[in-house]
């Protein structure tokens, strides 16, 4: 049988490695800490593969050999930056959802940057919201799939790639109806075809886009997020629940 090389795959040391990180990827919706530690626990190829596809962009390079930081960002000036532009946008939108705009690991979770997979780490948590306000992908379980699918197009980053998988295999035991049958949002998200539709669009987001890994969002702060969409050949989603276009909470703060 052709099935003998599983063998060399799902050894006991690999099962056991994948269940502590499938673990820590399914608590990531009640702790954002949970999916920080996965990402630091995955090393081997996967972050190989990662850091020679980031490293063939030479802005992306540069910046890694830089190990240049992000923020902490300054809330209420970024309030006061045109209606519309990036920072504003951003600021109100995370003030909106009671979020915190530097939630993010410090270098000191990620070895003080020491190595190039400890920076990139870094890197992709301190600019993720950004990435929401980009894509138009809400800030909460509906639409995090699909951001994070975004930089796993891009630059095969390891811990949000196991996030997809992840959820596409909590989603396949998660239920047995139909998807027609789903009669709200949030039943309808854990389903098996929400999560691959949200996928294929964030992933498709990503192929079509200018890498976002090297920008140095706090000097786009001030332009207009719909020029720089353009810009960057991103065609945000706006409708939708996985959309914070839908959020009223939100619409009332940007209004």
């Not at 099962?15 to 626990?41: H, K, M, P, T």
């Amino acid at each position: 049988m052709g099935f003998r090389y599983l063998n060399q795959i799902a050894s006991k040391e690999h099962i056991a490695e994948f269940l502590e990180l499938a673990d820590l990827a399914a608590g990531g919706g009640e702790s954002a800490s949970n999916v920080f530690e996965l990402s630091r626990r995955i090393t081997g190829n996967p972050m190989v593969v990662c850091e020679r596809k980031l490293k063939q962009d030479p802005a992306a390079a540069a910046l890694i050999k830089q190990r240049r930081l992000s923020g902490p960002y300054n809330v209420e000036a970024m309030k006061q930056l045109p209606k519309g532009s990036l920072g504003h946008t951003y600021a109100k939108v995370m003030e909106a959802m009671g979020y915190d705009i530097d939630f993010f690991p410090d270098p000191a979770f990620y070895n003080n940057l020491e190595s190039d997979a400890d920076y990139i780490n870094y890197r992709v948590y301190a600019t993720h919201d950004l990435h929401h306000i980009l894509s138009g992908f809400s800030l909460d379980n509906f639409g995090e799939i699909g951001v994070v699918s975004i930089s796993v197009s891009q630059f095969s980053f390891p811990g949000f790639l196991f996030l997809d998988l992840v959820s596409l295999m909590l989603s396949f035991f998660q239920t047995d109806k139909l998807d027609e049958e789903f009669t709200n949002d949030l039943e309808r998200a854990g389903s098996i075809g929400y999560s691959f539709d949200l996928i294929t669009q964030g992933m498709n987001m990503g192929i079509k886009a200018k890498p976002l890994f090297p920008i140095i969002w706090e000097e786009r702060m001030a332009d207009n997020l719909d020029d720089l969409r353009i810009e960057l050949g991103i065609e945000p989603v706006r409708e939708g629940p996985y959309s914070w276009y839908s959020n009223a909470v939100i619409q009332d703060a940007l209004s």
